[in-house]
T-cell receptor, first 114, second 113 residues
Framework: NAGVMQNPRHLVRRRGQEARLRCSPMKGHSHVYWYRQLPEEGLKFMVYLQKENIIDESGMPKERFSAEFPKEGPSILRIQQVVRGDSAAYFC????????????FGPGTRLTVT | SQQGEEDPQALSIQEGENATMNCSYKTSINNLQWYRQNSGRGLVHLILIRSNEREKHSGRLRVTLDTSKKSSSLLITASRAADTASYFCATDAWNQGAQKLVFGQGTRLTINP
C-alpha cells in the first residue's frame, strides 16, 4: 500500500520561473492538504482540497500560488514567478475523509530558488 | 499566531535516558498529535490524544494532555540513537468542517551513543 507520493523530491528554480509540485494521495484518500516548512520552523498549513474542489485556502499567499486537485491525476501546487523567499520544503498530506482523521504525510518537495 | 510551542527547542541526552518534550497551545482543541521528522524527511505520525483523554501510551512513548493548562508532553523512555529527530506537536483547527493541523516550531532531539 503505497503512501503519499510527492515529486519531484528536489526542485531548483531561478527567480521568476514557475514551480510545479505534485502530490498523489494514499490509495482510497480523496482529501489533500499542502503545508510549507521554512528552515528551522514547523509546518504551516496552506490549502485543503478535495477532488475538483478547494475547500480551505486560508493559508495560501494571495498572489503567485495556486493549487488544484483534478478528478484524475495528482494534486498540483503551482508557484508562479518564484522568489528566494519561496525556498522551503512543501509537504502534502492526505486523509480518508474530512473531520478527525489522521493525515498521512508525503516525503516533501524541497524547493530551492536561486 | 502559532498555536503550538514546543519546549525545549533542542535537547541532547545520552542513549538510554528518557527524553521529555513539552508543547503549549493557546486555544481550545479537539485533539493534539505528535509527529517525528528525521532530518530532511517527511513527518511520521506518532500518537493522537483527544481532549477528553489525559494520557496515552504507545510502545516507548507516553503522551499527557492537560487541557486546563493547555499543554501536552511527550516522553520517550529508554532512548535510542534512532530516536534522533525533530518532534512536533500539532493541534487541530477547523474550517469548512475539515481539520487542518497547526504545528509548533519543534524540538530537535539528539541521542548521543
Amino acid at each position: 500500500n503505497a503512501g503519499v507520493m510527492q515529486n519531484p523530491r528536489h526542485l531548483v528554480r531561478r527567480r521568476g520561473q514557475e514551480a510545479r509540485l505534485r502530490c498523489s494521495p494514499m490509495k482510497g484518500h480523496s482529501h489533500v492538504y499542502w503545508y510549507r516548512q521554512l528552515p528551522e520552523e514547523g509546518l504551516k498549513f496552506m490549502v485543503y482540497l478535495q477532488k475538483e474542489n478547494i475547500i480551505d485556502e486560508s493559508g495560501m499567499p494571495k498572489e503567485r500560488f495556486s493549487a488544484e486537485f483534478p478528478k484524475e491525476g495528482p494534486s498540483i501546487l503551482r508557484i508562479q514567478q518564484v522568489v528566494r523567499g519561496d525556498s522551503a520544503a512543501y509537504f502534502c498530506a492526505s486523509s480518508f475523509d474530512r473531520g478527525e482523521y489522521e493525515q498521512y504525510f508525503g516525503p516533501g518537495t524541497r524547493l530551492t530558488v536561486t | 499566531s502559532q498555536q503550538g510551542e514546543e519546549d525545549p527547542q533542542a535537547l541532547s541526552i545520552q542513549e538510554g535516558e528518557n527524553a521529555t518534550m513539552n508543547c503549549s497551545y493557546k486555544t481550545s482543541i479537539n485533539n493534539l498529535q505528535w509527529y517525528r521528522q528525521n532530518s530532511g524527511r517527511g513527518l511520521v505520525h506518532l500518537i493522537l490524544i483527544r481532549s477528553n483523554e489525559r494520557e496515552k501510551h504507545s510502545g516507548r512513548l507516553r503522551v499527557t494532555l492537560d487541557t486546563s493548562k493547555k499543554s501536552s508532553s511527550l516522553l520517550i523512555t529508554a532512548s535510542r540513537a534512532a530516536d534522533t529527530a525533530s518532534y512536533f506537536c500539532a493541534t487541530d483547527a477547523w474550517n469548512q468542517g475539515a481539520q487542518k493541523l497547526v504545528f509548533g516550531q519543534g524540538t530537535r532531539l539528539t541521542i548521543n551513543p
